[in-house]
């Protein structure tokens, strides 16, 4: 099925998760970045159980801190 991830149309398997789509983008700390789907933020917790559907916009979100 076909998404947006970070406005690039990718296609990723059917039935799959947040989780994979990290797995996918080689982001190793998931907890280092914020979700969106369609606008709405996932809580980290959700990652590995939020499924994706077709035409989903994904937003990965790197979080920095400074001092």
């Known amino acids: ?3 947006k991830i970070n406005d690039e149309l990718k ?3 059917e039935n799959s998760k947040i989780i994979d789509i990290l ?3 080689e ?3 998931p907890v ?3 979700v969106f789907v369609n606008g709405e933020k996932v809580n980290f ?3 590995e159980s939020f499924k ?3 035409g989903d916009e994904i937003e990965i979100v790197y979080l920095f ?3």
């Open 1 to 3: 099925m076909k998404v």
């Open 11 to 13: 296609e990723i398997a």
């Open 45 to 47: 917790e959700d990652y």
């Open 27 to 29: 982001i190793i700390e």
């Open 23 to 25: 797995e996918a983008e």
């Open 32 to 34: 280092a970045v914020d």
């Open 52 to 54: 994706l559907k077709e």
């Open 65 to 67: 801190a400074s001092g």
